[in-house]
């Protein structure tokens, strides 16, 4: 069983610099570092952790220099999920045969990828992890792009996002295709937790996070990442577009616990425009030129099919 903590406030919260520090070179207002200090700060447990190659390790791990004040590696972009799937059944080899000096400790295993890691490159080494069945979890931090190689879209890019893959401009509206549904994916796989998190909802994140931890088996956590750099909007504004990305119900924040117990987490007060969320952000800039309307409107049905489905998907219990 996780040993949970205890949590006061946001501040002494998100001031606890226990097992990863400030010190990195993420950009300013970078969404990566509040989620990956939530996830950590949410145990007291020890960690084994592993990072793909993405903006999170390179920018926290410039030799001779580390970020992270726990067990870290830092693997190839597709693998993050196999190097603690291996050393969390090391572990658990090692403790079947009586030759751990501390048995009693109980570690959590971590992986942290980006959505081009994840949703793409690294997604059969994910999959073959969660059949296998191993006792980890991995987080996406998902900011929908290759942000750390210059912005090329992903599976992760929403339609009408404009990136260097896909630029908006007078033959095209930006990413044509869906955005790829990883948490029924990952749900579909058996896992017993998948759940959406979001930064600027600090205290859903720690209870999943710690719901997570105490499950048994692989457990997915898709990590909404705001990105000031890709997503174009100004760095002190990231909690704020976050909050407009979970009240459009863009990033909606629910579980779904052993398949198919859908709960959605958050119901916002007030459900805002999607437009609104678009608005804050030069990646969805041209979508307000007036031939562009329909993307628009697009994507708000889009999003309010998602929210009526999951609704659905919740009462049913099925
Ligand atoms: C097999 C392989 N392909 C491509 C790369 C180049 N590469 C390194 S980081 C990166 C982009 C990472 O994108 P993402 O996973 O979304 O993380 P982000 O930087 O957005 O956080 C790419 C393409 C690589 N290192 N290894
Ligand atoms: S480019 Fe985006 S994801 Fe990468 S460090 Fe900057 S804000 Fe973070
Ligand atoms: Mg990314």
């Not at 007078?170 to 796989?189: C, E, F, N, P, T």
């Not at 979001?198 to 997570?212: E, F, S």
């Not at 779904?256 to 969805?284: C, F």
């Not at 307000?288 to 659905?312: G, S, T």
């Amino acid at each position: 069983m996780a040993e949970q903590k205890k949590i006061k406030n946001l501040k002494s919260f998100s001031t606890t610099a226990d097992r990863f520090e400030g010190a990195n070179l993420l950009c300013p207002g970078c969404a990566h570092s509040i989620i990956v200090r939530e996830v950590l700060n949410a145990t007291n447990d020890d960690l084994v952790l592993s990072a793909a190659t993405g903006c999170l390790e390179v920018s926290t791990a410039v030799y001779p220099y580390t970020s992270w004040d726990a067990s870290w590696i830092h693997i190839g972009f597709e693998n993050a999920a196999t190097a603690v799937a291996g050393a969390e059944a090391m572990h658990k080899a090692l403790k079947r045969k009586g030759r751990l000096l501390q048995p009693d400790r109980n570690p959590k295993f971590v992986a942290f990828g980006g959505d081009g890691a994840s949703y793409d490159i690294g997604f059969q080494w994910i999959s073959g992890a969660f059949e296998r069945g191993h006792d980890m979890m991995y987080v996406t931090l998902d900011n929908e792009v290759y942000a750390n190689t210059g912005g090329q879209s992903s599976g992760a890019t929403p339609i009408g996002a404009s990136t260097t893959t896909t630029p908006a401009g007078r033959v095209s509206y930006g990413q044509k295709r869906q955005k790829k549904d990883m948490l029924a994916i990952m749900a579909a796989h058996g896992s017993p937790y998948v759940a959406q998190v979001a930064p600027n909802k600090w205290k859903d994140m720690t209870k999943k996070i710690q719901k997570g931890f105490a499950a048994e088996g692989p457990v997915y956590i898709n990590a909404m990442s705001a990105c000031t750099t890709e997503w174009k909007f100004p760095m002190q504004d990231t909690i704020a577009v976050s909050d407009l990305a979970t009240d459009s119900l863009m990033f909606p924040l629910y579980e779904i616990v052993n398949g198919t117990e859908y709960n959605i987490t958050y119901r916002p007060k007030n459900i805002i425009p999607v437009r609104d969320y678009l608005a804050v952000q030069g990646r969805y800039k041209h979508l307000f030129k007036p031939e562009n309307a329909h993307i628009i409107e697009k994507l708000q049905a889009d999003v309010d099919a998602k929210w009526e489905y999951l609704q659905r998907r919740e009462e049913a219990r099925v």
